[in-house]
C-alpha cells in the first residue's frame, strides 16, 4: 500500500506542487485581503492539488510511449508498471470529480469555470504534438492558479489579478523553455515541437529570459494594482534576483545545471513571492 502510494507521488511528482500552489494562495489572501478563514482555505487547496494531479496524470498516460523512448524519462511508474494505466485513468477522474466538487464548495462561478479547466488541463498533454508554443500553454494552465484562489474567494475578476495571472504564465513559460533544453535531439527525432527543438537553444534561452523579464514587469504591476508595500516589492527584488541566477547557471554551453535551475530555484520564487504577499498583508 506505501509502495503504491509513493509510486503515485512519483508519477505526479506531488513535490512539483510548489509551483502552484502559493500563487493560488496568492490569489486567495488577496481577495480576501488577509485570512479568508479555513473553509476558503481547505477548499482552494485541495482544488489546487487536484487539479494538479489531474492534469499530471494525463500528460504521463498521453505520453506514456514517448517517455518509454527517451532515457530521461525511461524510468517513470507508468512506463515500468508501477502504476498501471486502468488505475492511472481512474486516478485522474477521481481529481476531476473532487475538482469539480471543491469548486462547488467554493461558489457558483468556480463550479461554472471547473470542467473547462479541466478540459484545457487536460488538453495540454497533446500541445506539443503541433505547437512548439506548448510552453505558453503550460504557463496559462499554471496562471489559473492565483486566479482560481481570487475567484475562490471573490467571484468578479479585477486587473489586479490578471497581472499574477499574465506574471505566472510568463514564469512558467520561462522556465519550461529551460528545462526543455535537456530532450532537443530526441525531440527533433520524435517529431515533437518545443522552442529549443524548433528554433535551437541559443534563441530560445532568450526567450525564456524576455519571458522571465516580461513575468517581473506583470508581477510589479499587481503588487502596485493592489497597493503592496515594501515588504513584497523587497521580496519581488529577491525573485528578480533568483531569475537572473538561473539564467547566469544555464547557457547553451552550460546545460548540467538545468534541474537545479528547473526545479530548487523556481520552487523558491513561488514561495518568496507568497511570503511577501502575505507578510505584506499583515504587517
Not at 502559493?22 to 481547505?42: Q, S, V
Request: charge should be negative.
Amino acid at each position: 500500500m506505501i509502495r503504491d502510494v509513493l509510486a503515485v507521488a512519483r508519477m505526479i511528482k506531488i513535490e512539483h506542487s510548489i509551483f502552484a500552489l502559493p500563487f493560488a494562495y496568492i490569489g486567495l489572501f488577496l481577495a480576501a485581503d488577509g485570512w479568508p478563514g479555513w473553509e476558503k482555505f481547505f477548499w482552494v487547496s485541495v482544488a489546487m492539488v487536484c487539479i494538479r494531479s489531474f492534469a499530471m496524470t494525463i500528460n504521463r498516460i498521453v505520453d506514456r510511449d514517448i517517455d518509454a523512448k527517451n532515457p530521461r524519462t525511461s524510468n517513470r511508474p507508468l512506463v515500468v508498471g508501477d502504476v498501471g494505466v486502468g488505475f492511472a485513468w481512474g486516478f485522474a477522474l477521481v481529481c476531476a470529480i473532487l475538482f469539480v466538487i471543491s469548486c462547488a464548495m467554493l461558489n457558483r462561478v468556480c463550479l461554472l469555470l471547473s470542467v473547462p479547466v479541466v478540459v484545457w488541463a487536460g488538453l495540454y498533454s497533446y500541445s506539443k504534438r503541433f505547437t512548439s508554443l506548448c510552453h505558453f500553454w503550460l504557463g496559462s494552465v499554471l496562471a489559473l492558479a492565483p486566479l482560481g484562489g481570487w475567484l475562490g474567494f471573490r467571484p468578479v475578476v479585477v486587473p489586479g489579478i490578471l497581472d499574477f495571472f499574465f506574471g505566472v504564465l510568463f514564469w512558467v513559460a520561462g522556465f519550461d523553455i529551460i528545462y526543455s533544453c535537456q530532450d532537443v535531439d530526441f525531440d527533433r527525432e520524435e517529431g515533437l515541437h518545443s522552442l529549443p527543438a524548433n528554433l535551437g537553444e541559443a534563441s530560445s534561452l532568450y526567450i525564456s529570459t524576455l519571458s522571465h523579464v516580461i513575468a517581473i514587469i506583470f508581477f510589479f504591476l499587481g503588487g502596485f494594482s493592489f497597493s503592496l508595500g515594501w515588504i513584497y516589492f523587497l521580496s519581488l527584488l529577491g525573485v528578480s534576483l533568483i531569475l537572473m541566477l538561473e539564467h547566469i547557471l544555464v547557457t547553451p554551453d552550460r546545460t548540467q545545471h538545468i534541474s537545479l535551475a528547473f526545479f530548487n530555484l523556481n520552487a523558491i520564487v513561488a514561495c518568496v513571492l507568497c511570503a511577501g504577499v502575505i507578510m505584506d498583508l499583515f504587517l
